[in-house]
């Protein structure tokens, strides 16, 4: 399938990738400044982020510049939005309680761009 496997080094109290670093198109990466190194991710166009109580890299993308976004993740919202993404956003405080977002209510599927 010509994927590159990268290993990506998270502090303990991180559970899940998608806290730190998303995919929001073929060729762009949301990522948590704080937790993940640029150099780790080197090759794509990178959008950083500090991590805050709700500020995450967990998006839903739903295809070129097109993603899905907690709608108290301000921070994303504002990076995202000045670089033209559509961006929809959903009340998720509930999910966020118990430290999930929009990705984690969501099937991963291979998508061709």
């Given at each position: ?30 990522y948590c ?15 950083d ?57 969501i ?7």
């Open positions: 399938m010509d994927y590159e496997v990268r290993v990506i080094f998270l502090p303990d109290y991180i559970l899940h990738l998608d806290k730190a670093v998303m995919t929001v198109n073929s060729k762009q990466l949301l400044s704080d937790l993940v190194s640029k150099e780790d991710l080197s090759g794509f166009d990178l959008i982020i500090v991590t805050r109580d709700i500020n995450t890299a967990n998006v839903i993308c739903l295809g070129d510049n097109e993603v899905i976004v907690n709608k108290q993740n301000h921070d994303v919202i504002q990076k995202l939005e000045a670089r033209d993404f559509t961006v929809h956003t959903l009340d998720l405080s509930e999910f966020v309680k118990g430290t999930g977002g929009p990705n984690c209510l099937m991963p599927i291979e998508r061709k761009d």
